[in-house]
């Protein structure tokens, strides 16, 4: 069992940007795939980005290509999200999960994604 803690949210201008950490405890964190999701105010939890075990494969949402990075430190047990030039509709909770299976899915349910952090709020202004 992986347990999951997310930081760094906030609350921003358009064009700023902010790192989410997701740190992790118990289990061995390189066993893990981590994704990243998010879900805005009145809307579905989406998926924004994914990353293998070693850091080697990623996928992301067309929406954050180009603005988000994901990345890990399997020494620090961490996983990062760089969001940079954030728009009003990144707005949303933020939430990191894990998996120990290979793929890297987009589907942001439980029984795809068994661990799962509360969450970290980012709040983007225009």
């Known amino acids: 069992q992986v347990q999951l803690v997310e930081s760094g949210g906030g609350l921003v201008q358009a064009g700023d940007s902010l790192r989410l950490s997701c740190a992790a405890s118990g289990r061995t964190f390189s066993s893990y795939n981590i994704g990243w999701f998010r879900q805005g105010p009145g809307k579905e939890r989406e998926f924004v980005a994914a990353?293998?075990?070693?850091?080697?494969?990623?996928r992301s949402v067309d929406s954050v290509k180009g603005r988000f990075t994901i990345s890990r430190d399997n020494a620090k047990s961490t996983a990062y999200l760089q969001m940079n030039s954030l728009k009003p509709e990144d707005t949303a909770v933020y939430y990191c999960a894990a998996r120990s299976l290979a793929t890297l899915s987009t589907a942001p349910i439980r029984s795809t994604w068994p661990h799962w952090g509360q969450g970290t709020q980012v709040t983007v202004s225009s």
């Open positions: 990353l293998d075990r070693s850091g080697g494969s990623t």
